[in-house]
């Protein structure tokens, strides 16, 4: 996931301050992501467009991160 990790940092600055403490998922070959207060709804929203693939996931502006394969109906 270290592909979504340096997409995650180049947008960091772009979205830090407008999104702080939200949560961020993005799918690392088409470099889309998504943000919403919720991981849950984050990650739907990606699943709902990238049904087989893995996702990167952050809380803007932490420093714990989240590697997910989405599944299990999230």
């Given amino acids: 996931m270290a592909k979504g990790k340096e997409q ?3 947008l960091k600055p772009v979205i830090e301050k407008k ?3 939200q949560y961020i998922v993005i799918e690392p070959i088409s470099h889309e992501y998504f943000i919403n207060p919720r991981l849950a709804d984050a990650l739907r929203e990606a699943k709902n467009r990238y049904p087989d693939r893995e996702f ?3 809380r803007i502006g932490c420093e714990i991160a989240l ?3 989405a599944c299990c109906g999230v």
Avoid: A, L, R
């Fill in 56 to 58: 990167y996931s952050s």
């Fill in 8 to 10: 995650y940092d180049q």
């Fill in 67 to 69: 590697s997910m394969v």
């Fill in 19 to 21: 999104y702080y403490g």
